[in-house]
């Protein structure tokens, strides 16, 4: 296959043997192409992700006027598409017919992993739903990118994303995770960091160790480990923390605490079959030794959902 011709093919890149090995490679038309993009530094942009998006007839992206820059920085200029997150079902419609006439459509979101708390699953589903192919271009990702350099030594993760924007929709949400023996990834916007942290102060022990991520493969990267009742402080300490788009990462409770929290639940749910919520919570503590508290909030989203 001859190598797409963009002003990235003079590029000492393009005239390496991984181009040349990359230009030799199958890439199936009539595919939608899930590509990877840097989530910071430009220069993480993969030799495949590159050829792919030279190759590609156009590229669905979040924000135009991002993506525009981004292939002006890599020296390519491709048709784009918007496909966001307010039209993700009309625009797989017109993706698909496309697909079908034999196009390759690569598509990326505004960094990193489309698809992962990004637009892109509805798109993705609908092409599946008709048949086509679906071709993963791997890449950055914020959330590795963090667990990477985290230090953390619990055996799974568990990624949450981005929690939701009211309190008590935040509490709902964490309560499940307090016993969960995997580090907890999140996603946060610098505006609703401290409150970030704040609901997890409230659910969380203040010993368990929380990981900051801030502006990630960036000029002014900064990653902060530190226990989690340390955290409110530190945010306040520099105005600068209230800048750039954070990934969150909460140590997993003790092992032990999993297989408690377990029988404490198991308990929960058969009082609450026979018992109000208060009383069953009051009961299950007696009997487990778990926290009233706890049992009570959890026994409150329980009859919630």
Not at 3 to 8: G, H, K, R, S, W
Not at 21 to 42: F, M, W
């Amino acid at each position: 296959m001859t190598p797409p011709t963009t002003d990235a093919s003079t590029s000492p890149v393009a005239r390496s043997p991984v181009w040349a090995e990359a230009a030799h490679q199958q890439y199936p038309s009539a595919s939608l192409y899930i590509v990877a993009t840097p989530i910071g530094n430009v220069c993480d942009i993969s030799v495949r992700a590159l050829y792919v998006l030279g190759l590609a007839d156009a590229v669905a992206c979040e924000d135009t006027r991002n993506t525009g820059q981004l292939l002006g920085r890599l020296g390519l200029n491709k048709p784009l598409i918007a496909a966001h997150m307010h039209n993700e079902r009309e625009v797989a419609a017109r993706l698909i017919a496309r697909l079908q006439a034999g196009e390759r459509i690569a598509l990326v979101s505004d960094a990193g992993t489309p698809a992962v708390s990004d637009p892109g699953a509805r798109i993705v589903d609908a092409v599946r739903a008709a048949g086509l192919r679906v071709v993963p271009v791997p890449g950055p990702s914020a959330a590795i990118t963090a667990l990477s350099a985290s230090g953390l030594l619990d055996p799974a993760f568990h990624f949450v994303g981005f929690l939701p924007a009211k309190a008590k929709q935040r509490e709902t949400a964490l309560q499940p995770l307090r016993t969960m023996a995997a580090t907890l990834v999140f996603y946060e916007a610098p505006h609703r960091i401290h409150d970030c942290v704040a609901a997890l102060a409230a659910v969380f022990p203040p010993e368990r160790q929380i990981v900051f991520a801030r502006e990630l493969t960036k000029l002014f990267e900064e990653i902060h480990r530190c226990p989690l009742g340390e955290a409110a402080a530190w945010l306040a300490a520099d105005a600068h923390r209230e800048k750039g788009e954070y990934v969150v990462l909460l140590a997993g409770a003790p092992a032990q605490d999993e297989a408690g929290a377990a029988e404490a639940e198991r308990v929960l749910r058969i009082l609450l079959a026979e018992l109000p919520v208060k009383q069953a919570a009051a009961l299950a503590a007696q009997i487990t030794g778990a926290k009233k508290n706890d049992l009570y909030a959890r026994a409150l989203a329980l009859k919630d959902a």
